[in-house]
């Protein structure tokens, strides 16, 4: 896609401030670049993991309903879910900007958002898609090392530790997580092929889509975050 597109794109959506939605696999680095538009642009960063994790732990009603969800292994439904995320924007800390990190994962949740951020008067300013295949999310992620100690982490590629397969701070010998073990990310790996991949052909259709190559190195995305975000700003102003 070219600059000229994603700036014509963004040209007819006027929102209060930018609103990103990431789109990609687990494994896809969303959350790391996530993490660092918060560093620096003050973008909240929305997981809704966590926010189910901060309201089952302050006890909030809303919290209090997904803990039972989440005890009879059940999946949190929609409707609730999108009530938290817009508790979430609610609160004065959003006015930079927001970036969703693996929300919306359903079209359902998708045309929710949409219909509540626009009751409000707000918009999405840009969909991001992580582009990364299968197979290299399952070879990076089985790179991925933890002590079973001290919960340490470590990558065999990118920041191996100094005696092989062992814990720098404390000697241990490392292990996969279960999370990271090749056939569990390939189960995940298909749900999100499943479920959230649609998303891409429904915002791509609003025009609201940019692809990022999410196979490339951390540094090099975050210079791509860092290039585009003043396009962002400047869209959402
Ligand atoms: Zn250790």
Known sequence: MTMANRTRSFNNRV???????????????????????????????????????????????????????????????DDLT????????????????????GFPRTRDQALALQYKLEEKGKCITAVIQFRISDEQIVERLSSRRMCPKDNSTYNLKSSPPKNDEKCDLCGAPLIIREDDQPEVVRHRLAIYRQQTEPLIEFYREQDMLVEVDASRGIEEITEQMDEWMPMFIYNAN
């Open 82 to 101: 999108v009530a938290m995320v817009m508790d979430r924007l609610a609160k004065p800390d959003t006015i930079m900007g927001v970036v969703f990190d």
């Open 15 to 77: 929102c209060e401030a930018p609103y990103l939605i990431f789109l990609g696999p687990p494994g896809s680095g969303k959350g790391t670049q996530a993490e660092k538009l918060h560093k620096n642009f003050r973008l909240v960063q929305l997981s809704t993991g966590n926010l189910f994790r901060e309201h089952i732990s302050k006890g909030t009603e809303l919290g209090l309903r997904v803990k039972d969800i989440l005890a009879k292994g059940e999946l949190v439904p």
